[in-house]
Each structure stands twice: as C-alpha cells, then as structure tokens.
C-alpha cells in the first residue's frame, strides 16, 4: 500500500521515490505529508509530544467512557436514513430503465482564475479543495432548489 525508496546519488544529491495507494491519502492528508516529510528532512519538523502510545490510551479512553456508543449510534442513525437524491431539471425524459450511460466532461481554469481562488481560500482558511467543493454544492441548490444535497459521493466516500 505505501513504498518508498531513497537513492544517494552523490554526497549532497538523492532521490526519493515513494508511491502510496489512493487509500491511504486524500489530498488535504497527502499535502500534510508532503509538508511534513519536507520539514523532517531538512530537520525543521518541531518536536511534539503527539505518540501512537498517547491515541490508544484516547481510544481507550473513549470507549470505556461510553461516548463511543453515542458517536455510533448518531453514525448509524445517520447513514441509515434514506439520504436524498438531487432532482436535477432535465432537458429529456429519463428511460424507463437505468443504463447508466454517461459522459465526461472536463473544464480547465486558467491560470489567473486559479491564483485568485488560491487567494480567496486563504483568505478564509481554507484550501483550493474546500473553495471549490462548495462552489460545486452551491451549484447544485440552484439548480435543484434542494437545501441538503447528498454531497458525499462528491467527497469520494
């Protein structure tokens, strides 16, 4: 699921390779890592007191407390719910029955539009992802008047 390979080419020259499984990164997670790995090798990374000994005595602590019971009763709950579906206007009539025939479509924003969402997600705290999910959501209630659209499968999960 994760490899990761460094080569030495000369004194003050190397190559790292890595490769990770899509699973294992999203992208707000891969660009900390990348961030991270960047800070710990050039020796910058700040010490933290943060160890995997510490989030099992969390986990432990959350399951004997009973609040765990509460998350997954709220997560059950939730997801058994009939989420709703987007009732999109249509130019043409569905078919009787589902095909699931599709088509792709790509849009490329230039590179000023780019900088100037890179600025407005700053700006909010936030990152390029986040900026445009939202606007992406947004497009969705107007075009369906729906107030919650079911944006999961939007987030990849």
């Known amino acids: 699921m994760f490899t990761a390979y460094l080569r030495k080419v000369s004194e003050n020259e190397h190559h790292f390779v890595w490769s990770a499984h899509h699973i294992i990164f999203d992208g707000q997670s891969l660009s900390v890592f990348a961030r991270d790995l960047a800070l710990a090798w050039r020796g910058e990374l700040p010490a933290t007191e943060l160890r995997f000994a510490n989030f099992v005595g969390r986990e432990q602590h959350l399951l004997q407390s009973g609040e765990a019971a509460g998350r997954l009763a709220f997560w059950k709950e939730y997801l058994a719910a009939p989420q709703p579906t987007l009732q999109y206007p249509l130019d043409r009539p569905r078919p009787a029955v589902q095909t699931f025939v599709s088509e ?10 780019m900088k100037k969402l890179d ?39």
Do not use: C, I, W
């Open 104 to 113: 792709r479509r790509s849009l490329e924003l230039e590179g000023d539009v």
């Open 119 to 157: 600025s407005f997600a700053q700006e909010k705290g936030t990152d390029l992802r986040t900026v445009l999910l939202t606007t992406y959501l947004v497009l969705l209630h107007r075009h369906t008047n729906q107030d919650r659209p079911d944006h999961r499968p939007a987030l990849g999960e």
